[in-house]
T-cell receptor, first 118, second 110 residues
Framework: DTGVSQDPRHKITKRGQNVTFRCDPI?????LYWYRQTLGQGPEFLTY????????KSRLLSNRFSAERPKGSFSTLEIQRTEQGDSAMYLC????????????????FGNGTRLTVT | AQRVTQPEKLLSVFKGAPVELKCNYS??????LFWYVQYSRQRLQLLLR??SRESIKGFTADLNKGETSFHLKKPFAQEEDSAMYYC????????????FGQGTRLTINP
């Protein structure tokens, strides 16, 4: 499967612990997005990278959340001091863009990491 | 602000009947619109995008700028169409991130 892969698929943690998720995008894609999805809602944008640069962060992303894409390939999303409200599905997506709005591939999503904070 | 509204959280139709999933959007510029689908235990995947003007799995969607709508239609529903459907709007500048609606769970009854 050469699609977007995310690890782990499930994570259960206790409130106050730190967690880290990993996303491996489609190899030729230069953009990588993180989304969060809670029950009954559509995915909500958190942040995105173009290559290794983090170019936009949603105001949903509190300072307990940090994302990196150090070499412009895989990305990690870390949540510090988890809270019960952080329980959600965390989705990663990737795409390719020419950067000039002349062509952008659609976003391709991974299976997500389901986080449960107890 | 960009917003996508899917007024129906649940939609149930019989096999062979026509189906229409509604989507309305709010966007100040020229939007690019998509329908994504999520089948049971599968990842979210692209169903169609309006600029392609394709028909995928018998589904079509027409962008109506006057009504700011992008409804998804299929003339004859099949049981395998049962899934969660999300309408999404994409910035054409900047992040080009997708803004999703809440989704509609479509159930096709035999």
């Amino acid at each position: 499967d050469t699609g977007v892969s995310q690890d782990p698929r499930h994570k259960i943690t206790k409130r106050g612990q730190n967690v880290t998720f990993r996303c491996d995008p489609i190899s030729e894609h230069n953009r990588l997005y993180w989304y969060r999805q809670t029950l009954g809602q559509g995915p909500e944008f958190l942040t995105y990278f173009q290559n290794e640069a983090q170019l936009e962060k949603s105001r949903l992303l509190s300072n307990r959340f940090s994302a990196e894409r150090p070499k412009g390939s895989f990305s990690t999303l870390e949540i510090q001091r988890t809270e019960q409200g952080d329980s959600a599905m965390y989705l990663c997506a990737s795409s390719w863009t020419s950067g000039r709005s002349t062509y952008n591939s659609p976003l391709h999503f991974g299976n997500g990491t389901r986080l449960t904070v107890t | 602000a960009q917003r996508v509204t899917q007024p129906e959280k649940l939609l149930s139709v019989f096999k062979g009947a026509p189906v229409e999933l509604k989507c309305n959007y709010s966007y100040s510029g020229s939007p690019e619109l998509f329908w994504y689908v999520q089948y049971s235990r599968q990842r979210l995947q692209l169903l169609l995008r309006h600029i392609s003007r394709e028909s995928i799995k018998g589904f079509t969607a027409d962008l109506n700028k006057g009504e700011t709508s992008f409804h998804l239609k299929k003339p004859f529903a099949q049981e395998e169409d049962s899934a969660m459907y999300y309408c999404a709007l994409q910035d054409i500048e900047g992040a080009q991130k997708l803004v999703f609606g809440q989704g509609t769970r479509l159930t096709i009854n035999p």
